[in-house]
């Protein structure tokens, strides 16, 4: 118990860097996909007749 401020710290900078993982990941995601997912809503708006 004596070492819970440093472990405290260091969860929230751990937790922090996963954030930051998981909004690289996403961003990266989508830029890749983006264009693909929206090909796919132009031929469902085609194929709807609008």
Do not use: H
């Amino acid at each position: 118990m004596l070492f819970a401020p440093k472990e405290k710290g260091q969860g929230l900078v751990e937790y922090a860097l996963i954030l930051v993982l998981v909004a690289v990941v996403v961003i990266v995601v989508l830029t890749l996909l983006g264009p693909l997912i929206g090909n796919v809503f132009s031929e469902i708006i085609s194929g709807l007749g609008g």
